[in-house]
């Protein structure tokens, strides 16, 4: 069982940064891919990135290749998203999930545990 908890969200003007962090409970974090997602008023939930277990592999949808940064501390248990450039677009509710596998996946269904969330909004 892993609790996922994430924090660091906020308000923003475009062209801004937040940095988000994930922390996980459990003694198992470093054996589970972590994947950001994010979901908009009315719109589905959304893959942004996810990082291997190893942290040796990362990967991002196209529209956040160069501006968002995932990382993770396995000896802390957390996964960051460092998110740089914001435009209003951006505005979403950000979750963290764990996936119980070597590798990611972008599919919502593949994760196996789910953070409540953190609000983020970019205003113009």
């Known amino acids: 069982q892993v609790q996922l908890v994430e924090s660091g969200g906020g308000l923003v003007q475009a062209g801004g940064s937040l940095r988000l962090s994930c922390a996980a409970s459990g003694r198992t974090f470093g054996r589970y891919c972590m994947g950001w997602f994010r979901q908009a008023p009315g719109k589905e939930r959304e893959f942004v990135c996810y990082i291997s277990w190893s942290a040796n592999s990362t990967y991002y949808a196209d529209s956040m290749k160069g501006r968002f940064t995932i990382s993770r501390d396995n000896a802390k248990n957390t996964v960051y998203l460092q998110m740089n450039s914001l435009k209003p677009g951006d505005t979403a509710v950000y979750y963290c999930?764990?996936?119980?596998?070597?590798?990611?996946?972008?599919?919502?269904?593949?994760?196996?545990?789910w953070g409540q969330g953190t609000q983020v909004t970019v205003s113009s």
């Open positions: 999930a764990a996936r119980g596998a070597t590798w990611g996946s972008r599919d919502v269904r593949d994760y196996d545990y």
